[in-house]
């Protein structure tokens, strides 16, 4: 933590401002001053907010919701980087006594082809709602909840599946990433449910479909260069993209299931017939998998 010997700080920010999802957007500079170190960065813009409404001037819109670190939906970039300079935080839990008096901040939206600007810092982030609702549902019997202790789970799957369970949805690892790549997010997912015993009837339906959503909104694919689990608020681990590679393909070679591959990803589909899918497929793993590590 960068030590402040002031209890306020006077600042500039400089910020994106775009009017709406088709209007070129600018950066423009505000000074703001008295700042108190306690102030979180959303309760900064709040003040900025009620300084340039004073003023009559447009306030700057920001996604946010819960301010606990819990809803996923304040994501900034900050001088760069997802949420800003502390590791393992969102935005919202960002403190000012994390900059130092004089600073200038760069405040700008998530920049992503999957994540439009809606307006300032606002961005479109339902390609994640409809890679989520590929996923599907999970099968439970129905009737009276089952006694909770006759499932058991062994003690270090309950936390490989608690750990990717704790992703947010906040996006943070597409905007961080050159490729813009949603895997550490689908990842997460796919290794919460694909952990569980409650998780095993749609298993391999559920990564085909929710891989073939996740190209279909245009992330790009995954280069192992590790930017999302550094930027990631819940610190999800790469080791669930491997995961996310194992149940891929396990899911493409050995289920019932992987003709839902063939019917869900446009691109390929043409290309395919009973007689050369398996070297179409094979291209595919090529394509999808350069350069990754599948353990
Ligand atoms: S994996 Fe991490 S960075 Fe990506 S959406 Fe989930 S919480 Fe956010
Ligand atoms: S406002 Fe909910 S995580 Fe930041």
Redo the contacts with the bound molecule.
């Keep these: 933590m960068n030590s402040s010997a002031s209890k306020t700080l006077n600042l500039t920010l400089k910020i994106w401002r775009q009017t709406g999802p088709n209007n070129p957007g600018a950066f423009k500079l505000y000074d703001l001053n008295e700042i108190s170190t306690d102030m979180s960065f959303l309760e900064m813009l709040d003040v900025l907010n009620e300084q340039l409404i004073t003023r009559g001037e447009e306030p700057v819109a920001f996604d946010h919701d819960c301010r606990e670190g819990i809803c ?1 939906t304040c994501g900034v970039m900050i001088n760069g980087q997802a949420h800003g300079p502390e590791n393992a935080t969102t935005t919202c839990q960002l403190h000012m006594r994390r900059f130092n008096d004089g600073d200038t901040i760069l405040i700008e939206p998530w920049r992503a082809k999957a994540f439009p600007v809606v307006r300032d810092l606002v961005v479109d982030r339902s390609a994640f709602d409809r890679i989520i609702q590929s996923g599907g549902y999970v099968s439970v019997n129905t009737g009276n909840a089952p006694e909770a202790n006759s499932i058991s789970v062994p003690g270090h799957i309950q936390q490989q599946a608690m750990s990717a369970a704790a ?7 597409v905007a961080s990433c050159k490729n813009a790549s949603a895997m ?2 689908v990842s ?1 997912k796919v290794s919460h449910l694909a952990s569980l015993p409650q998780g095993q009837t749609e298993r391999s339906k559920r990564v085909l479909s929710m891989v073939a959503t996740m190209d279909k909104e245009q992330f790009g694919n995954c280069t192992n260069t590790g930017e ?1 689990e550094a ?4 610190e ?1 681990k790469l080791t669930n993209i491997a995961q996310l590679n194992r149940e891929y393909i396990k899911a493409v070679l050995f289920s019932h299931d992987w003709h839902c591959y063939l019917t869900s990803w446009d691109k390929w589909r043409p290309k395919i017939n009973h007689e050369t899918w398996r070297s179409d497929f094979e291209s595919w793993v090529n394509h999808r998998l350069r350069r990754q590590i599948v353990k």
């Excluded at 992703?167 to 690892?173: E, H, M, T």
């Excluded at 930027?231 to 819940?234: I, K, R």
């Design positions: 996923g992703c947010i949805g906040c996006g943070a690892c550490l997010f997460a999302c930027a990631c608020p819940a999800i």
